[in-house]
């Protein structure tokens, strides 16, 4: 079975709003996680580049249609991390006080690459911040590329 008859078997299409609904696994979140070799990936992003096209691993996956359960690809649109860093300081999961100090030169280039790569694969930036001890904004902005842009 490949894998677009894979993300077909395990979502069953719901009439009324057209969304996909997965059966299989959710995580936490609700999102759909399909395993792919052997590793557990988010199905929305599988379903996109099925029947979709590429994407590349800044780019993310956001539903139009708000069910996270949801992977037809029509309902699925492209957003940058970047994005879901303000959804999410948006939703207020996040406050970023005014006039805060730069601590950028405090890190190398290597510290801030490590810091963005881990707060865009989804760790907690407070948690990241405390391992470099910056702020937790200081290492928001680092992953959304407001600071260290050239990285
Ligand atoms: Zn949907």
Not at 23 to 51: H, P
Not at 124 to 138: C, E, G, K, Q, W
Request: proline share 5%; hydrophobic share 35%.
């Amino acid at each position: 079975m490949n894998v677009t008859e894979r993300i077909e078997r395990l979502s069953i299409p719901e009439p009324n709003s057209g969304c996909w609904i997965w059966l299989g696994a959710l995580d936490r979140g609700g999102y759909a996680r399909i395993s792919l070799k052997g590793k557990n990936r988010k199905a929305s992003r599988v379903s996109y580049q099925q029947f979709v096209g590429e994407l590349t691993p800044e780019l993310d996956i956001l539903h139009i249609c708000d069910l996270p359960a949801c992977v037809n690809p029509a309902h699925l649109r492209v957003g940058t991390a970047q994005d879901n860093i303000f959804d999410m300081w948006a939703k207020g999961r996040g406050r970023v006080p005014k006039g805060e100090a730069h601590s950028n030169s405090i890190l190398t280039l290597p510290q801030a690459t490590e810091i963005r790569s881990r707060v865009l694969s989804g760790e907690n930036p407070r948690l990241v911040a405390l391992d470099f001890d910056i702020s937790r904004t200081t290492a928001a902005r680092i992953a959304s590329g407001k600071s260290w842009r050239q990285i």
